[in-house]
């Protein structure tokens, strides 16, 4: 036990005395949750519009209004004519524009209809379709403003409601997601990589001519990686939390243990790459590059599993933080319990006991 | 019975090309200090490696302080103080921590054994609170040794402890493990420097997985094939080839600023006809005369044949 303490002692001075290890082990997590929460979204904010005003009634500078008041759209002042608008998509800085034709307020009040344009940049259809919904909302409320009486026989009126995420704040869907991601890739590439790094400065030939057993070597490499990713967990989580407005509505014990049993399930992977590779480089490449792509991919919150072809569907089912994602969803922004995400679960301990058990049989007890 | 015994032991990494070792067997007695000599290449640090149980070998046994090397792979493991090639201690851990893991590792404790190192530890330990990877080559060599030897091991394997090392350190490293074999552990150790061998009890000469010969020093010497002559001249330049021109020459090799050479024996007098022969080639102030081997003209000697 001594033996074993004074192990991961070492392995702790090993991490704090390397900038390069601290800088994955702390840096990573926060800029990774920054970019994602903050940076990178897929929310439209902010878009240039175009509005062009042939009517100039009271009818189009009250829909003018309301649209510079949104907080999607910014209009450009400097767009008048007809002809303009498509210079101005041809520059690409403007995504879309809306026409108001002359009579527009006329034909509104007497004729019931009135007509107006709206040209989205269609080179990029998902921008389009989204600014045109917004549009057509924001359309739709004014005619409700101007005449909230009317009486349109055999409406349907849908009553909608965003459940867990009322803003529908895209963060809610990244952080989890960044979250699987960040403690996989610290997880396999610090203990694969600490590992490998004992095998290239020739200390593990000292290591294994000694008493101390080398499934104890295993172990005491996974014990402070363990403890150090949890602190990570912890900032992750603040971070979220303060910084992201994430809620944790579920149960915060639950949530730890169920992320301890991931972090455990990511070690092993690690051990299991240190056993196969030879040099920290590549070690450091196949935790790295290889573990990143299949977790963006198949985790679920970039790309919807559900419509991936089933090959993928059955590859992502490999993938562990593709389960972690679904238990930390339902935990944190559902507040379920572990009533909902035993399945999940089950099928984490599984990879992780049968991860565990491969690296510690592969691990050589000679060289070669 | 022998502390290290190897009875024809074969291995090879690939399976075309020449195997790493052919055929080795040598023991070594207790509280012995042997030498494995030998240029780099020639197998030493496969025989560490099996015999500190980190490699299997393909063919032939082993076995250390009675246990082999395969079976009783968990106890040799124990009783054995191993010092790599490599400098292998933890760079990031500074003189006493290395220490002290080692220690540990081996479930003993730095004082429980201090008197075994004091000696060596002594002279590094101003620098203790210094990291290993900022220490000089033979402080590295020295601190090495120490936590090779913490847990007080019966058999110490130092796998060319001296290589990269100055000629003072050199010099302190050999006195140490002098020391050390008075206090009854048996030493196994290798190198590529021949001055060393003469400090060895009994060694055996490698070259390309083989083992030439194995004896005392003195013995070595004193088996030398024939005779070997130095041979001096104000011009060194075209001495070699002109010598290596000569009908009678058997070796000749440059050793310094002289060449070393010895003749076939073939009952003709041949340092007269040396001389003869180089001042028709135009050298000037050629002398020769007959001097001891040392164990580098054993070795060539015995490569020579061998090939």
Redesign the interface.
């Known amino acids: 036990m001594?033996?074993f303490m004074?192990?991961v002692r070492?392995e702790f001075?090993?991490v704090f005395?390397?900038r390069r290890t601290l800088l994955i082990l702390f840096g990573l997590p926060v800029m990774q949750i920054l970019l994602f929460g903050y940076a990178l979204t897929t929310e439209i904010k902010n878009a240039e519009i175009i509005v062009v005003d042939h009517a100039g009634d009271a009818a189009s500078q009250q829909l003018t209004t309301m649209i510079a008041a949104s907080k999607y759209f910014d209009i450009n002042a400097s767009v008048t004519s007809d002809e303009d608008i498509y210079k101005a998509f041809k520059k690409g800085k403007v995504k879309c524009a809306v026409v108001f034709p002359i009579g527009f307020g006329n034909d509104l009040l007497h004729g019931q209809t009135a007509q107006v344009q709206i040209i989205a940049d269609a080179a990029d259809p998902n921008t389009a379709k989204t600014l045109t919904n917004y549009l057509t909302a924001i359309i739709g409320d004014y005619q409700q403003q101007i005449n909230p009486t009317a009486n349109i026989p055999m409406r349907i009126s849908p009553v909608t409601r965003m459940l867990y995420n009322p803003e529908l704040n895209g963060s809610m869907n990244f952080v989890p997601g960044v979250m699987a991601l960040v403690l996989m890739i610290i997880c396999t590439t610090l203990t694969s990589v600490s590992i490998v790094r004992e095998k290239e400065?020739?200390?593990m030939?000292?290591?294994?001519?000694?008493?101390?057993k080398p499934t104890y070597v295993v172990l005491a490499k996974a014990v402070p990686y363990l403890a150090l990713s949890l602190i990570d967990l912890i900032i992750i989580l603040l971070l979220s939390v303060f910084l992201l407005d994430m809620p944790i509505r579920g149960n915060i014990v639950l949530l730890f243990l169920e992320s301890t049993l991931f972090i455990i399930c990511c070690l092993s992977l690690g051990l299991l790459i240190s056993s196969v590779t030879r040099t920290q480089q590549i070690a450091m490449m196949v935790s790295m590059m290889g573990m990143m792509l299949p977790t963006i991919l198949f985790t679920g919150f970039i790309f919807p599993l559900e419509n991936m072809p089933w090959p993928l569907r059955v590859i992502s089912n490999l993938v562990p933080s593709r389960w972690f994602y679904v238990i930390i969803k339902a935990v944190m922004l559902r507040g379920l319990g572990i009533g909902v995400i035993w399945k999940e679960t089950l099928v984490l301990a599984g990879m992780t006991t049968a991860l565990l058990m491969i690296s510690i049989k592969s691990f050589k007890?000679?060289?070669? | 019975m022998d502390t290290v015994i190897l009875q024809h032991v074969s291995k090879s990494y690939v399976k075309e090309g020449p195997p790493a070792l052919q055929d080795v067997s040598f023991s070594v007695k207790k509280g012995e200090l042997f030498g494995l000599i030998g240029p780099d290449g020639a197998g030493k640090s496969t025989i560490f490696?099996i015999l500190?149980?980190?490699?299997?070998s393909d063919k032939g046994s082993a076995t250390v302080a009675g246990y082999d090397v395969v079976k009783n792979?968990?106890e040799i493991?124990?009783c054995?103080g191993?010092m790599?090639g490599?400098?292998?201690?933890?760079?990031?851990?500074t003189i006493e921590?290395n220490l002290?893991?080692?220690a540990?590792?081996?479930?003993t404790t730095v004082e429980a054994n201090y008197a075994l190192i004091k000696d060596i530890y002594e002279q590094i330990a101003p620098f203790k609170k210094r990291r290993a990877g900022k220490l000089s080559g033979g402080m590295k060599q020295k601190l090495a040794l120490c936590?090779a030897l913490i847990h007080r091991p019966e058999v110490l394997f130092l796998d060319e402890p001296t290589t990269g090392v100055d000629a003072v350190s050199r010099k302190e490293f050999w006195e140490m493990l002098q020391r050390l074999k008075a206090e009854g552990i048996t030493i196994v150790v290798s190198t590529p420097y021949m001055d060393e061998a003469s400090l060895c009890e009994r060694i055996a000469l490698i070259q390309t997985g083989q083992i030439l010969s194995i004896n005392t020093p003195a013995n070595i010497i004193k088996a030398y094939p024939g005779k070997l002559y130095a041979l001096m001249a104000t011009k060194v330049h075209l001495l070699l080839k002109d010598t290596r021109q000569y009908a009678g020459i058997n070796l000749c090799y440059a050793a310094g600023d002289k060449l070393h050479l010895s003749f076939k024996d073939d009952g003709k007098h041949h340092p007269a006809g040396l001389l003869s022969w180089l001042e028709s080639k135009g050298q000037q102030g050629v002398r020769i005369e007959e001097i001891t081997p040392d164990i580098e003209d054993c070795f060539i000697a015995k490569t020579s044949i061998h090939e």
């Open positions: 001594k033996q004074v192990f070492k001075y090993h005395r390397d400065m020739g200390t030939e000292i290591l294994l001519v000694s008493p101390f007890t000679r060289l070669s | 490696r500190t149980t980190l490699l299997l792979y968990h493991r124990s054995v191993y790599p490599k400098f292998s201690l933890y760079q990031d851990l921590e002290h893991f080692f540990t590792l081996f479930g936590c």
